[in-house]
């Protein structure tokens, strides 16, 4: 027989791919859920292709110095990261970037575009690529938690949770088009690693499989911790899974054996990196491993030597003694020493008090209003389906638990980690839902043990009222026009340079205008003292040497900063001399206006340096009496006159206006008035005082049309 004959002769169906219809479904919904997750997180390029926020500026930074030593030394050219001190930041004492950056996250980054470049032929700049990085990562999320759902709940319940994280707000906005941070990459690592961990425990696979799981699982979540400090969170949830296995109904002895491996791989991996360094092994979270762990094997040998009655009572005193002994452990500090942050997610009710820290927009309590508007209805559900798990005692179901638990616990304490309560929801309210769903469409018994049969005898009104309020109720976060409760509206940001950095809903290019002029214009060593906020811009894109930034390592040139800016104008120049600083900029928002009778008036107020000035202030060390009235936010005359930020401010207060539109020329506050402002460069371009106005953005010029605006001013320093 020839060749071609064998080759006809064999029967196609032999060598199709099998793949049931179930499946086949499921792959497309999951296809369908990944996209809908990515143009959602893409929303924000109608504003401009940019990468948001602060932080991803220099995350990207970072990133292009690793690609750039790779292109000129190959191989060894990546260790170059591990030795650069950066000068170009922190101005003069520079930055050891890898001690004090998330090292996982720059190589992630790297490392992704030099294989999509060398080997896929990727044309794009490492900043594009960047950019689309996080939705992209963040899409895939829906894919670990797929299946982590579904060990809990039924398939549908799985594509359920899958499309929770699709839509979810708080895990959209920390994950969207250029957010090239920390959250995405580290929490898909984190929820991988999970998965192939509550897979370890599976009887039906062999030791060599649960050792490889166990690998990997490990040094995944390694890898996580070297990406996001905010990793640790999984700590917790691990720490106690482990530390009740053996109340579990597991094959105890496997269980300890690829926890081992798990613990030792996860620490390991962690540790080598310089953050968080060998230093996480004796912090908490390395003892809460490690000591869940040695718990585990402790109750093991335990049932081996003792008595089935007496075991149940021998751990309980055996968990009684470990929690005195980390309370004498602690009390002794012979742990490494918790971060102000770290406990304040610890004790929610304990504020650091610490104004650079309140500062953060992201360290913001959220409300119960905040919780309520973005899980709705999947609230009930959630409830519901802890109920159910709570009657479970597998791995999966308490993993679960723990997890929920322990999110909305910390999610109390900071906005930014409502992404953990976020992935609560999901799996719970997939699991509840699924439940009363499968209820109301199973059929009715019409005696004992007799399954109902005929239209007659089955709950269709009840089915069809239940389908359509959960159409509607499901559907309203998509649909509705209240920004506070819309899914759809709420991934309609701006990135944060596109609208620089103001609260408008809009393109601005005021500041992308200020950095390119700040590029083409400057000498090459100027340094520029700016708040802190804008350091990450100055640096990267403006391509000059700042004195602070959102890295917030020297708190105490922070407060120099604020000191500068809320001082006398003599005392602010000996700060700025003593910085060696070349220039100053601020940024500023509001709204500009005219009347007939009073010309052009501004009103201010749009997120700009006007609106942090109680930042200014408290992080400097002074009063906010001293420059604010009591409302705690209008800038009373010692402002003006005495602040060097009042300088600063091309604007003297003009007139207030009340709800009946009644005209006051005299200033007396009022907090039921508006107060308006005309304009006033009190450093002009051809003045003869220690600062000369070097740039204004187009909306904060004169002639500038009415309407909100958002500029930049940035003041050259007169040197002898």
Same mark, same amino acid.
């Given at each position: ?140 999320? %829906?894919? !670990?938690?797929?299946?982590? =759902? ?5 398939? @549908?319940? +799985? *594509?359920?949770? $899958? &499309? ?107 540790? %080598?990196? !310089?953050?968080?360094?060998? =230093? ?5 979270? @390395?003892? +809460? *491993?490690?000591? $869940? &762990? ?127 309560? $976020? ?298």
């Amino acid at each position: 027989m020839s060749i071609v004959d064998s080759i006809k002769s064999i029967k196609l169906d032999s060598i199709r791919p099998v793949t049931s219809r179930q499946t086949l479904v499921i792959v497309i919904t999951l296809s369908i859920i990944f996209s809908a997750a990515l143009m959602l997180r893409i929303f924000p390029v109608k504003y401009g292709y940019f990468l948001n926020e602060f932080d991803p500026f220099f995350d990207y930074y970072a990133s292009k110095f690793i690609v750039d030593h790779f292109d000129a030394s190959g191989i060894s050219g990546l260790l170059d990261y591990f030795s650069w001190h950066d000068y170009r930041t922190w101005y003069p004492e520079g930055r050891p970037v890898a001690r004090t950056s998330q090292v996982g996250l720059h190589f992630a980054g790297a490392l992704f575009y030099i294989v999509a470049r060398d080997v896929f032929g990727l044309t794009s700049s490492l900043y594009d690529f960047l950019v689309i990085f996080p939705p992209i990562v963040g899409a895939l999320s %829906i894919i !670990p938690i797929y299946l982590i =759902a579904r060990r809990v709940t039924s398939e @549908g319940g +799985a *594509l359920f949770a $899958s &499309l929770i994280i699709a839509f979810s707000t708080s895990i959209i906005q920390r994950g969207n088009l250029g957010w090239f941070k920390s959250e995405p990459f580290a929490l898909f690592l984190s929820l991988c690693g999970s998965y192939l961990f509550l897979t370890m425990f599976d009887s039906d696979r062999s030791h060599r499989n649960i050792a490889l799981r166990a690998v990997l699982a490990g040094t995944l979540m390694g890898i996580s911790l070297t990406a996001w400090g905010g990793s640790q969170f999984f700590n917790i949830v691990f720490a106690v899974l482990i530390l009740v296995i053996p109340f579990l109904k597991v094959d105890q002895q496997k269980a300890i054996f690829t926890t081992s491996i798990f613990v030792a791989f996860y620490l390991i991996v962690a540790a %080598i990196s !310089p953050r968080p360094g060998a =230093a996480l092994i004796l912090s908490p979270a @390395g003892i +809460a *491993l490690l000591g $869940s &762990l040695a718990f585990a094997i402790l109750a093991n040998v335990i049932r081996h030597y003792s008595h089935a009655f007496e075991y149940v009572n021998i751990l309980k005193n055996t968990v009684i003694g470990l929690f005195f002994g980390a309370i004498v452990i602690l009390s002794l500090g012979l742990l490494s020493e918790v971060s102000g942050r770290y406990l304040t997610v610890i004790m929610p009710f304990r504020r650091s008090g610490v104004p650079l820290v309140e500062s953060v927009a992201e360290h913001f309590v959220p409300t119960g209003a905040q919780f309520f508007q973005e899980y709705l209805i999947l609230l009930p559900f959630a409830v519901f389906g802890a109920m159910q798990l709570l009657n479970k005692r597998d791995i999966s179901s308490v993993f679960v638990l723990v997890l929920a638990a322990s999110g909305f616990y910390i999610s109390g304490s900071f906005s930014r980690l409502m992404i953990f309560s $976020s992935i609560a929801i999901a799996l719970l309210a997939a699991v509840g839902f699924i439940t009363v769903t499968s209820s109301i469409f199973r059929p009715l018994l019409t005696g004992i043990g007799k399954q109902a049969t005929g239209k007659s005898e089955t709950r269709t009104g009840l089915k069809i009222m239940y389908s359509l309020f959960m159409i509607v109720v499901l559907c309203f976060p998509v649909i509705t026009p209240s920004y506070g409760y819309s899914w759809v509206l709420s991934a309609d940001i701006p990135t944060s340079i596109s609208n620089s950095g103001s609260t408008y809903r809009g393109h601005d290019p005021s500041f992308l205008e200020a950095l390119t002029w700040l590029e083409g214009s400057t000498p090459e060593d100027s340094i520029v003292a700016a708040w802190w906020d804008y350091g990450y811009w100055i640096t990267v894109m403006g391509n000059r040497t700042s004195l602070a930034d959102n890295a917030t390592i020297n708190g105490t040139r922070i407060s120099v900063l604020g000191q500068m800016f809320m001082s006398p104008e003599e005392e602010s120049l000996e700060i700025l001399d003593s910085l060696d600083a070349d220039y100053v900029l601020i940024f500023l928002a509001g709204t500009k206006t005219a009347n007939q009778q009073f010309g052009d008036l501004y009103l201010l107020g749009g997120g700009g340096d006007e609106s942090k000035k109680q930042w200014f202030i408290r992080i400097g060390g002074f009063e906010d009496a001293e420059f604010m009235e009591p409302d705690g936010f209008s800038p009373n005359d010692n402002f003006w006159e005495n602040s060097f930020l009042g300088r600063l401010m091309p604007f003297t207060w003009e007139l207030a206006v009340d709800a009946e539109n009644n005209v006051y020329q005299e200033y007396e506050f009022n907090p039921e008035r508006t107060n308006l402002y005309a304009y006033n460069m009190k450093y002009p371009a051809d003045g003869n005082g220690p600062l000369r106005l070097a740039f204004a953005s187009s909306s904060l010029q004169p002639d500038a049309p009415q309407g909100r605006f958002s500029g930049v001013l940035i003041y050259e320093i007169v040197k002898d």
